[in-house]
């Protein structure tokens, strides 16, 4: 039986303080450091406002592009992505 007032602190779960005391995900990026040196991530910014996974991917594309071997790669990823978001909504319109 927990026999301490309301106004008395609950200790923070073990696991969570593991996790306090890590370092931030976003300071580790595995193969590169085409994300790790931005201002903001990609994935910040996507998780801040809420964007889908295509949209995501249309950002994460064009902000690395130069960093790559074969930029026109990820800008054909990224039209690709567009393409598909524009499909989407076309279809969203016409169901409604």
Do not use: W
Not at 44 to 51: A, F
Not at 70 to 93: G, Q, R, S, T
Request: glycine content about 2%; charged content about 30%; proline content about 7%.
């Amino acid at each position: 039986m927990d026999t301490r007032t309301t106004s008395e602190p609950l200790d923070p779960p073990e696991d969570t303080l593991i996790y306090q005391t890590k370092p931030s995900a976003l300071d580790t990026q595995i193969d590169g450091n085409h994300y790790k040196d931005l201002k903001i991530q990609p994935i910040e910014y996507t998780m801040k406002n809420g964007l889908d996974p295509l949209q995501h991917s249309v950002i994460k594309y064009v902000t690395r592009f130069r960093d790559k071997q074969a930029p026109l790669v990820d800008l054909d990823k990224a039209k690709h992505c567009i393409d598909m978001l524009i499909e989407f909504e076309l279809n969203k319109k016409q169901e409604e």
